[in-house]
């Protein structure tokens, strides 16, 4: 069983910042291309960043410059820091990550840390 947690999220000002972290556990032989989604009220659940085995990372455009997505392969983590919050930022934001787990790769979420970014 793999199960993905976060933490981290909570009330930031604008223009502040908040570290978003998704710790991967259970039967786990790697984790490969892991993304930060992030769903607002009222709309469609988008991907914010994503980040490759390697490394090789893809940000949204309105995040560009203010987050980065990182990974710890070691410790099966993977983070997001969010620099210059605006309050268009705010919503749930869920970690979602491709995992090899007994000889099976699977796409699993996690159950989403609320941010709020006040103006």
């Known amino acids: 069983q793999v199960q993905l947690v976060e933490s981290g999220g909570g009330l930031a000002q604008a223009g502040g910042f908040l570290r978003l972290s998704c710790v991967a556990s259970g039967s786990i032989t790697g984790i490969y291309t892991a993304g930060w989604y992030r769903q607002a009220p009222a709309k469609q659940r988008e991907l914010v960043a994503s980040?490759?085995?390697?490394?090789?990372?893809m940000y949204v455009d309105s995040v560009k410059g203010r987050f980065t997505i990182s990974r710890d392969n070691a410790k099966n983590t993977v983070s997001l820091q969010m620099n210059s919050l605006k309050p268009e930022d705010a919503g749930v934001y869920y970690c979602?990550?491709?995992?090899?787990?007994?000889?099976?790769?699977?796409?699993?979420w996690g159950q989403g840390t609320q941010v709020t970014v006040s103006s």
């Open positions: 979602n990550c491709d995992v090899l787990s007994l000889g099976r790769l699977k796409n699993y």
């Open positions: 980040i490759t085995y390697g490394g090789t990372t």
